[in-house]
């Protein structure tokens, strides 16, 4: 199963606009519409309890959306199994039980304190970011602050707009630990 974490962010690395999550007031159409698709297009989805209760999903028999959290019946009104789950096992533990079920991408679509838990333990094959022309300043990074040593490589690029949104895929290189 490949594993790839999908943001869209700024310049400066930013995946938020100020305190503002509403990620949709500043990313492209281009992006919002490469979102949509991979979104519609693939079955398993893993997302953060902050990101989910931002804008909460309904359940849909396309997909399986599973949301971390470390407090599962917290959310037992929202949960269809097989749909929509919430889990609180590890970064690891998730990769290995989808991995077991014959999933073949597992998509991570945030926030940052999901992306790094992955990253941390080089769980992450792939990151499909989207780089989009704007300086910010003050907003979330997509890893959170700690030290990380991760090397990755261009896989693609490509701008798709005429500003010059950048559509990136880069492999994560891994290393022994
Ligand atoms: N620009 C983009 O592409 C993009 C994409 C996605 C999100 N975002 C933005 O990112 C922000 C949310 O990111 P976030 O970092 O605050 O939250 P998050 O990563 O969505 O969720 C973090 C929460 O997940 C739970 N959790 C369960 N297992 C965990 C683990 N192993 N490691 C860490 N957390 C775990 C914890 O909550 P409990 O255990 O308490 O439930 C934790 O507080 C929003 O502002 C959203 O708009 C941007």
């Given at each position: 199963m490949k594993t790839v974490l999908v943001f869209v962010s700024t310049?400066?690395?930013?995946?938020?606009?100020?305190?503002?999550?509403?990620?949709?007031?500043?990313?492209?159409k281009e992006d919002q519409n490469f979102f949509n698709k991979l979104w519609n297009n693939n079955r398993l989805l893993i997302m953060g309890s902050n990101t989910f209760y931002l804008d909460p999903i309904k359940p849909n028999p396309n997909h399986l959306l599973v949301i971390m959290t470390r407090q599962p019946s917290t959310y037992k009104s929202y949960e269809v199994l097989g749909q929509l789950e919430f889990r609180s096992e590890s970064p690891g533990q998730l990769v290995e039980h989808y991995d077991k079920e014959g999933h073949e991408l597992m998509l991570i679509v945030g926030g940052a304190h999901i992306a790094t838990s992955f990253l941390r333990e080089q769980l992450v094959d792939e990151l499909w970011l989207t780089i989009e022309p704007?300086?910010?300043?003050i907003g979330c990074n997509f890893v959170t602050e700690e030290k990380l040593d991760i090397k990755l490589e261009l896989l693609s690029s490509e701008s798709v707009n005429k500003q010059g949104t950048l559509f990136t895929k880069y492999a994560l290189i891994k290393e022994h630990i």
């Open positions: 310049l400066d690395g930013k995946i938020t606009k100020w305190g503002d999550p509403n990620v949709k007031s500043w990313s492209s704007k300086i910010f300043g």
